[in-house]
């Protein structure tokens, strides 16, 4: 990596046409304008680690590594490649905030038996050590029967994270019943109802009046 003098979108778009990136490094109160390989930086972002992997990132000059994070980033929407990075300088010994993608694993009974999945949360916020953050988070829907509704109270967080989203009011997935079923079901109660509100009442026999008993 080395340090951009030249500034200016001209400027960038010819570095993206040589295989460079442009971007900021973000660290001790200080924006540093910076180039890197466009290969060498998805070599690294593609590893285990994926876009929260620890970089360490040395200007081309000095001999001291920066450790940084990925914290924000631009694609080409043609080509996909890189257009833009923002790289931030961490130490290692303190955790951090990011944002983590939600992916959901296992067979759930309720979507075997007909039920329709549908996932409300794609992105949780945690907070760990940089080398602690995962590249995703993988959630279990092997207990969900239909109408069951899955909370991130409901979810372990890996050792050493910490979730940042409220775990009541964080719904991550619902499992409904299939549209036709519950529509029949609608129209099975609303017949019900019909059928009770439509039933004549019995009428109480009329009292006989004292006259007539009297006559009698």
């Known amino acids: 990596m080395r340090e951009r003098t030249e500034l200016g979108s ?46 360490d990132v040395v200007v081309e000059g000095q001999k001291t590594a920066h450790p940084s994070v990925l914290a924000d980033y631009q694609q080409d929407p043609v080509r ?26 296992g067979e759930s009974p ?10 409300i949360t794609r992105e949780l916020n945690v907070e760990a050590l940089p080398a602690d953050i995962p590249e995703h988070l993988e959630v279990d829907l092997g ?7 899955l909370r991130l109270e409901d979810v372990s967080p890996p050792p050493g994270v910490t979730f940042l989203d409220d ?19 609608v129209e099975a109660a609303e017949a019900e109802l019909e059928a009770a509100e439509g039933a004549p009442e019995a009428e ?12 009698a």
Request: glycine share 10%.
């Open 10 to 55: 001209r400027r960038a778009r010819r570095l993206r046409a040589q295989g460079l990136v442009p971007g900021v490094l973000y660290g001790k109160g200080r924006a540093r304008p910076i180039v890197v390989p466009e290969r060498d930086l998805r070599a690294a972002l593609t590893g285990p680690s994926g876009t929260h992997a620890i970089l």
């Open 80 to 105: 996909g490649t890189l257009a833009h990075i923002d790289l931030r300088e961490v130490r290692l010994d303190q955790p951090i905030h990011a944002t983590v993608t939600v992916h959901l694993v």
């Open 110 to 119: 309720g979507i075997k038996a007909g039920g329709v999945l549908s996932q």
């Open 143 to 149: 207990g969900m029967e239909v109408g069951d509704v």
């Open 167 to 185: 775990p009541h009011e964080t719904v991550i997935a619902t499992v409904s019943a299939p549209r036709g079923l519950v529509e029949v079901e």
């Open 204 to 215: 109480a026999p009329e009292a006989e009046s004292p006259e007539a008993s009297a006559e």
